[in-house]
């Protein structure tokens, strides 16, 4: 087996465990203890005697966080709700995540809301109805991708055209996710806590597995059960900043200024908490460690994260040269790690992410006199934008191999074609819906130099 193909067996691998480190379901049945009286989730106690137990659980997470639920307090669980993308996904229901036996499933609409999405909500009020009536406990189990999937506009104006309209008008206008969703919200009497207010006389506990960057969970699905962030950006100044006042539709822009001077409270009371289970950093921390336990050198590029993808390649690639640089004298493996989501605007009509395009950029800016060198960018949710695949895996004989068969990398980068051209190689990384979601993951190997010349 050559050096090479020993790297890009490891550069899997230590995705894989660093996959296995954030899936979500565990991440929840470590989180709950559970007893006839007591209900104990992280560092919180709660008396659960006489009282009935009710879950939702949305976001591309959604099925393997209620699974674990259930398999904790199957026997005082009264009802639950999925809403989720998995058995619309076109790969298909993953059996592992069938829909547990206690639980009513609504398939969200995403990336953008659906007739479903609008009916997963009116299912969501009705539960909490109930729940609210009974004074029960209400868990919420909340991750990434769940902002379209449940949906409900906060004026009876607005339709579901202008919903999808708007959400894609926001989407590409260029704004950050923390200034998309502080006029989501504004529309929205689902988002940014409107959801959990539904149920005011209920205890409540948000468990989250966050796509978003640390500290940011309020923005995970748009905040359902958390009041927006104190310093979240003025929605008003968000229009004004990227023009979307000519944009919107008028019913949206009504809708807004009149919910504006009505903010949801922020109530946190002693049973009012949340718990953020996962995040990317808990993925980074897992992949460097699975990369020393194989004696490489590891590193978390903690600097790259969100850029603008060409700024993010290029940092990638820079980086990966100072840390072989660093240990030139050393005879072994430099493992760079990174994560985040970077910025990729779509410029074509082909298929791909942003973790393949990452890949393809990656491929044509490695210099071919770099003996084995290996990067693999991939999606923890297992789908990469419009494609099936989670990402890709180069090495320092992409480009080499590719010209050999015609490929123009440039040419399917102009298209946003990145997963033909990695499907057309065999590098294509296939995992199939993974049932977590914290963001992107990115590994980078080299040998050193002196032992790339030995």
């Known amino acids: 087996m050559s050096n090479l193909t020993q790297l890009r067996i490891a550069a899997r691998e230590i995705f ?3 996959l296995r480190a954030v899936d979500a379901g565990d991440a929840v049945r470590r989180a709950i203890q559970f007893s006839e009286t007591s209900l104990r989730i992280c560092n919180l106690e709660i008396d659960i005697a006489n009282r009935k137990i009710y879950a939702i659980a949305i976001g591309k997470a959604s099925s393997s966080m209620a699974s674990a639920l259930e398999d904790r307090i199957s026997e ?35 990336p953008l809301p659906t007739e479903s999405s609008l009916s997963a909500a009116n299912e969501a009020f009705a539960l909490l109805e109930r729940a609210n009536a009974e004074r029960a406990l209400v868990i919420f189990l909340i991750s990434g991708g769940g902002s379209a999937m449940i949906e409900s506009p906060i004026s009876e104006e607005i339709s579901l055209g202008d919903l999808r309209e708007a959400n894609q008008i926001l989407i590409n206008c260029g704004a950050s996710i923390g200034e998309i969703n502080s006029v989501r919200r504004a529309f929205s009497a ?15 506990i948000t468990l989250i597995v966050s796509d978003v960057p640390e500290g940011e969970e309020r923005n995970v699905a748009s905040g359902p059960t958390l009041a927006p962030p104190r310093d979240a950006p003025n929605p008003l100044d968000v229009l004004a900043q990227y023009n979307l006042r000519t944009q919107l539709p008028e019913t949206i822009l009504r809708a807004m200024e009149k919910e504006l001077s009505e903010p ?5 009371s002693q049973f009012r908490k949340h718990f953020v289970l996962l995040n990317n950093d808990t993925a980074l921390k897992a992949a460097a460690e699975s990369a020393r336990k194989r004696g490489f050198i590891a590193e978390i590029a903690e600097d790259i994260s969100d850029q603008p993808i060409r700024e993010g390649c290029e940092k990638l690639r820079k980086s990966l040269e100072a840390l072989r640089a660093k240990h030139r004298n050393e005879a072994g493996i430099v493992c760079l790690v990174s994560g985040g989501e970077f910025a990729c605007p ?41 494609s099936p695949a989670a990402g890709a895996i180069i090495d320092n004989t992409t480009m080499a191999r590719a010209r050999s068969i015609g490929l123009d990398a440039n040419d399917f980068l102009e298209r946003s ?38």
């Open 346 to 386: 779509v410029s074509g009509n082909g298929i791909g992410g942003r973790n393949l395009e990452t890949g393809l950029r990656l491929a044509v800016s490695e210099s071919s006199d770099v003996a084995d060198t290996v990067a693999l960018c991939a999606g923890t949710d297992g789908i990469d934008g419009n």
């Open 190 to 204: 689902v988002k940014g806590g409107r959801l959990s207010a539904r149920a005011p006389d209920c205890d409540q």
């Open 16 to 18: 894989d465990e660093a």
């Open 76 to 110: 005082r669980l009264a009802e639950g709700l999925i809403v989720g993308p998995i058995a619309n996904h076109p790969q298909g229901r993953n059996l592992s995540m069938a829909t547990p036996k206690l639980w009513r499933w609504c398939d969200g609409g995403h």
């Open 264 to 268: 949801v409270d922020d109530v946190e």
């Open 417 to 454: 074609d990145s997963y033909s051209f990695f499907v057309a190689l065999g590098d294509v990384i296939n995992t199939g819906v993974t049932g977590t979601n914290v963001r992107d993951l990115r590994i980078l190997l080299a040998r050193t130099s002196e032992s790339a010349e030995n």
